[in-house]
Antibody, heavy 119, light 106 residues
Framework: EVQLVESGGGLVQPGGSLRLSCAASGFSFSSYWIHWVRQVPGKGLVWVSRINGDGRSRSYADSVKGRFIISGDNAKNTLYLEMNSLTVEDTAIYYC????????????WGQGTMVTVSS | DIQMTQSPSTLSASVGDRVTITCRVSQSISSWLAWYQQKPGKAPKLLIYKASTLETGVPSRFSGSGSGTEFTLTISSLQPDDFATYYCQQYNVYYSFGQGTKLEIK
C-alpha cells in the first residue's frame, strides 16, 4: 500500500526536543519532495518544512528556522523532523505530505502525529 | 509572505445544492493553487491542483477555476460525503493555506 505513516509525537516540556518520523511505503521518497505541515486542533494548516529526494534542498518556515531540522534516510525510506527549543506554540498535529516537485500540490498525506508542549 | 483569504468561513447548504468557495491571494500566483478537503480527525485530501485540474479519483461534481489572485472551488450538487472543511493552498512561493471554509448541513 502506498502511504506515509508518522510517529514520534507526544508530550514534551517547553524547551525540550522531539524527533518525528515519517515512513514511506509503496514508493521511494527519494523521488519526491516531502513536506511537514502542522495544524493546531480545530485551526488551519501551516507549512513547516520541506526536503527534496536527495536531501540537498531543505527549507523552513520562519517560525521554526534555527530550531527544527528536516532530514531523510533513503535506506529506511524514512523522513525525520528534529524539533528543538520547543514552545507551547509548537503544539499541533504534524503531518508529512508528498509532492512531485517544489511546484506541486501535496498529493498524499500521512495520518498525523500529535505534539503537545506543556509543563 | 503570500496571504490567502477564503470566503465564506462557514457555509450552510443542503444536499443537492450548488456551492462556491472563493480564495483570494495577496499576490499573483498564476495557477499554482490547490484545494483540499479535510474531515474531522483525518488528514487533508487533495481535490484540485493547478487551479482547475481534478485529482484522480475525485468526483466530477468538484471543479476549480481562476488564475492570478482569485480562485473558486465549486461543488455542483452537494452529496452527504461533501460536508467537511475545505482549504486552498498556494505553492508558487513556498506554501501557504487559506483559513478554511467549513461546509455544514443546513
Amino acid at each position: 500500500e502506498v502511504q506515509l505513516v508518522e510517529s514520534g509525537g507526544g508530550l514534551v516540556q517547553p524547551g525540550g526536543s522531539l524527533r518525528l518520523s515519517c515512513a514511506a511505503s509503496g514508493f521511494s521518497f527519494s523521488s519526491y519532495w516531502i513536506h511537514w505541515v502542522r495544524q493546531v486542533p480545530g485551526k488551519g494548516l501551516v507549512w513547516v518544512s520541506r526536503i527534496n529526494g536527495d536531501g540537498r534542498s531543505r527549507s523552513y518556515a520562519d517560525s521554526v528556522k534555527g530550531r527544527f531540522i528536516i532530514s531523510g534516510d533513503n535506506a529506511k525510506n524514512t523522513l525525520y523532523l528534529e524539533m528543538n527549543s520547543l514552545t507551547v506554540e509548537d503544539t499541533a498535529i504534524y503531518y508529512c505530505a508528498r509532492a512531485g516537485s517544489p511546484l506541486s500540490a501535496f498529493d498524499m498525506w500521512g495520518q498525523g502525529t500529535m505534539v503537545t508542549v506543556s509543563s | 509572505d503570500i496571504q490567502m483569504t477564503q470566503s465564506p468561513s462557514t457555509l450552510s447548504a443542503s444536499v443537492g445544492d450548488r456551492v462556491t468557495i472563493t480564495c483570494r491571494v495577496s499576490q499573483s500566483i498564476s495557477s499554482w493553487l490547490a484545494w483540499y478537503q479535510q474531515k474531522p480527525g483525518k488528514a487533508p485530501k487533495l481535490l484540485i491542483y493547478k487551479a482547475s485540474t481534478l485529482e484522480t479519483g475525485v468526483p466530477s461534481r468538484f471543479s476549480g477555476s481562476g488564475s492570478g489572485t482569485e480562485f473558486t472551488l465549486t461543488i455542483s450538487s452537494l452529496q452527504p460525503d461533501d460536508f467537511a472543511t475545505y482549504y486552498c493552498q498556494q505553492y508558487n512561493v513556498y506554501y501557504s493555506f487559506g483559513q478554511g471554509t467549513k461546509l455544514e448541513i443546513k
